[in-house]
């Protein structure tokens, strides 16, 4: 009988949980508590749960306040969420025959559908 190990991370708010994830001064080789969890656990099936990405930059909370979205890009945050896609990839990858990844949207992930409906 073989069993199938799933992991799930939901609410991550990047970039807001950065300090929870990694040390950015440190190598990329000195993971953190998520990816030696990963590692350990060699999961078949990774689940994202709503709201990996905090996008405050088009939070609806943000609208018509300039100065909560001084320094603030959607882009910086697609990137920088990227580098961690690309470290839980590569602990994915290395699994014993994964299965897959699920992507599951929330409310933060609406906020991008509401900002482009509100700028076409």
């Not at 000195?30 to 905090?54: E, M, N, R, Y």
């Not at 405050?56 to 018509?64: A, M």
């Not at 959607?74 to 990227?82: C, E, I, P, Q």
Request: proline share 7%; charged share 25%.
């Amino acid at each position: 009988m073989e069993i199938t190990k799933l992991a799930a991370w939901y609410d991550a708010h990047y970039p807001l949980s950065i300090p929870a994830l990694w040390d950015a001064n440190k190598p990329p080789k000195q993971s953190t508590p998520l990816l030696h969890f990963l590692k350990d656990l060699a999961p078949h099936i990774f689940v994202f749960g709503g709201a990996q990405l905090d996008l405050d930059c088009v939070s609806f909370f943000s609208r018509g306040k300039v100065r909560l979205l001084e320094g603030k890009r959607l882009s910086k945050d697609y990137a920088g969420f990227n580098i961690l896609l690309d470290r839980i990839d590569a602990i994915l990858d290395r699994t014993a025959q994964p299965k897959g990844k699920i992507w599951l949207t929330g409310n933060h992930e609406d906020w991008i559908e509401q900002f482009v409906d509100l700028h076409p």
